[in-house]
């Protein structure tokens, strides 16, 4: 589907990026701010050229350095959707739709229809939500008939609730209209809600790939503070209606994770930030804390502001943030065996 090999260098800041993606569903370029995010999308989109690399999309060479090919933005056939919507504040909504030269006026209907702006044709974008906005920038692509939709931090103007509304509308586009999606950020929530594959950038470079499957079915990843977090994909066991408790199974045995209602599907992708992560080295007894791993230290790395982040198998990958001085005082090693906990409430789901 995609198929990158990227290098970009600003003096100071490099990118060098080589990663696939078999994906007709939406792939999340995930990364802290400052990361390279816009750059790579850019040079997907043919706004920005690489210095050297190449670009495959749904087997079309984009992009060659070696062979000279350098296909201008419009035959890329890239729907790109900004931050902040970018629409011709002088035309309304349905002019703005079908400004593209090749849009598809047949679409028109079905689009506005499923974008939930049917209701907005004849208004101006002065008049429309950020929301809104965002919708008919995604319809504009979409009319556009392309190969791919690229967006970069789409959600980042809007307020938590046109989020999650927006959210909802994205994460059904790529089956509705039968288009896979490129997707920037660096919010761990949209992380979890959008991504089929995931893909990490740090510094210009990528840090991994994918949710790995079989042991180590975790993946670190620092959101844009520097907060490190890991990703478990479980499965749904049992939800306890009273007390909101689901159950899921992981390979670590089984995760507890509070909700107010029980999951829409049997697969839940769950996080765990490091700082939320206690380590004691014997099995605590009558503390409220549920969810209790046992496991054993892979290796230490110690990062800023004295603390320390203490990588763990415990059947899956999970790992701890804690102060160098607790670290030096429990005497923790490589190899050595813990217990993790994890409350209930510091799961997000
Ligand atoms: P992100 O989208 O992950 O926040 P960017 O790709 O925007 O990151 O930027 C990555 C780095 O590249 C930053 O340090 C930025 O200052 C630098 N950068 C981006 N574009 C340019 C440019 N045109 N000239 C010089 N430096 C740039
Ligand atoms: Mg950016």
Redesign the pocket.
């Known amino acids: 589907m995609i198929d990158v090999k990227l290098k970009k260098s600003?003096?100071s800041?490099n990118v060098n990026a080589e990663f696939s993606s078999d994906s007709m569903g939406i792939t999340v370029l995930a990364?802290p701010?400052?990361?390279?995010?816009?750059?790579?999308i850019n040079m997907i989109s043919g706004l920005l050229t690489p210095d050297e690399g190449r670009i495959f999309i749904k087997d079309r060479i984009l992009f060659d350095s070696e062979k000279k090919i350098n296909c201008s933005v419009e035959q890329r056939r890239c729907g790109y959707i900004f931050q902040d919507g970018r629409l011709f504040p002088h035309m309304n909504v349905r002019r703005n739709l079908l400004y593209g030269r090749h849009s598809d006026h047949s679409m028109l209907k079905e689009s506005v229809k499923l974008l939930g702006i049917e209701h907005l044709l004849e208004r101006m974008p002065g008049k429309l939500s950020g929301g809104e906005k965002q919708r008919v920038a995604i319809g504009r692509a979409l009319l556009m008939r392309p190969q791919i939709l690229l967006m970069d931090e789409p959600l980042a103007s809007l307020d938590s609730e046109r989020k999650e509304e927006l959210l909802s509308y994205i994460d059904r586009l790529p089956e509705q209209f039968g288009i896979p999606i490129f997707y920037?950020t660096h919010s761990i929530h949209e992380i979890l809600r959008l991504s089929d594959k995931l893909i990490h950038v740090e510094k210009g470079r990528i840090e991994s790939s994918g949710i790995p499957e079989g042991e180590h079915n975790s993946l670190g990843i620092s959101e844009g503070n520097g907060e490190y977090i890991s990703v478990f994909d479980c499965r749904m066991k049992s939800f306890d209606n009273e007390f909101g408790v689901i159950s899921a199974e992981f390979h670590g045995g089984i995760i507890r994770i509070l909700a107010n209602t029980p999951p829409y599907e049997q697969e839940v992708r769950v996080a765990i930030k490091a700082s939320d992560v206690t380590i004691s080295l014997d099995k605590p007894q009558n503390i409220s804390t549920t969810n209790i791993f046992k496991g054993r230290i892979r290796n230490l790395e110690e990062i800023s502001g004295h603390s320390v982040l203490v990588h763990c198998d415990i059947g899956a990958s999970l790992t701890a943030q804690i102060s160098k001085a607790s670290a030096v005082r429990l005497r923790l090693k490589p190899r050595g065996k813990i217990y993790l906990l994890v409350k209930v409430v510091s799961m997000i789901c």
Request: aromatic share 16%; charged share 10%.
């Open positions: 600003f003096g800041f990364g701010s400052g990361s390279g995010k816009t750059t790579i920037v």
